[in-house]
T-cell receptor, first 115, second 112 residues
Framework: EAGVTQFPSHSVIEKGQTVTLRCDPISGHDNLYWYRRVMGKEIKFLLHFVKESKQDESGMPNNRFLAERTGGTYSTLKVQPAELEDSGVYFC?????????????FGNGTRLTVT | RKEVEQDPGPFNVPEGATVAFNCTYSNSASQSFFWYRQDCRKEPKLLMSVYSSGNEDGRFTAQLNRASQYISLLIRDSKLSDSATYLCVVKGLTGGGNKLTFGTGTQLKVEL
């Protein structure tokens, strides 16, 4: 079974540019999450999709971040325009069910550097 | 105050030692608890869930004290391969019950 895959693995962009991160969850997983780790800080929740619907987007930092999951399969997270403080590792995770103890499977992450 | 607090370490221990990590969480309404392991520049991976009665998986033992809002992880007979960052994770702090809240992690280095 293929795991959660993320693309690109690394991205270096200049302040003001746009970047789009992609996540392919494990096949059949309706739940898809985006998390972010900024340097020196803990991993923080960004948002949660159930199929194509946004279940919870309370962690999105501001309106420069736009997440989509058209068709309920892969998801994209766009940052436009990027700022220096957006640098960090963006993790995607998926799970099959939403029961309280269902494990999340994380992707390898996209390391974003904004210069 | 952080929602989930951990000692960042590092904990440097010799191979074969027993080491314990602690974690406290701020919201008494938290639903479920986990330890994740993260290797350098890798994704977090679930190590084990933590149950109220305590649970064991091989050399790893997890304990939960709801009254003190405290979670622990004990690693016995440490191996070099146990070197990693151990993340205390709590679910159900705010809003929906599926949002994970992470601690900053405790770094473990097992040495020869």
């Amino acid at each position: 079974e293929a795991g959660v895959t993320q693309f690109p693995s690394h991205s270096v962009i200049e302040k003001g540019q746009t970047v789009t991160l992609r996540c392919d969850p494990i096949s059949g997983h309706d739940n898809l999450y985006w998390y972010r780790r900024v340097m020196g800080k803990e991993i923080k929740f960004l948002l949660h999709f159930v199929k194509e619907s946004k279940q919870d987007e309370s962690g999105m930092p501001n309106n420069r971040f736009l997440a989509e999951r058209t068709g309920g399969t892969y998801s994209t997270l766009k940052v436009q325009p990027a700022e220096l403080e957006d640098s960090g590792v963006y993790f995607c995770a998926s799970s099959q069910v939403t029961e309280y103890n269902s494990p999340l499977h994380f992707g390898n992450g996209t390391r974003l550097t904004v210069t | 105050r952080k929602e989930v607090e951990q000692d960042p370490g590092p904990f440097n221990v010799p191979e074969g030692a027993t080491v314990a990590f602690n974690c406290t969480y701020s919201n008494s309404a938290s639903q479920s608890f986990f330890w994740y392991r993260q290797d350098c520049r890798k994704e977090p991976k679930l190590l084990m869930s933590v149950y109220s009665s305590g649970n064991e998986d091989g050399r790893f033992t997890a304990q939960l004290n709801r009254a003190s809002q405290y979670i622990s992880l004990l690693i016995r007979d440490s191996k070099l391969s146990d070197s990693a960052t151990y993340l205390c994770v709590v679910k159900g702090l705010t809003g929906g019950g599926n949002k994970l809240t992470f601690g900053t992690g405790t770094q473990l280095k097992v040495e020869l």
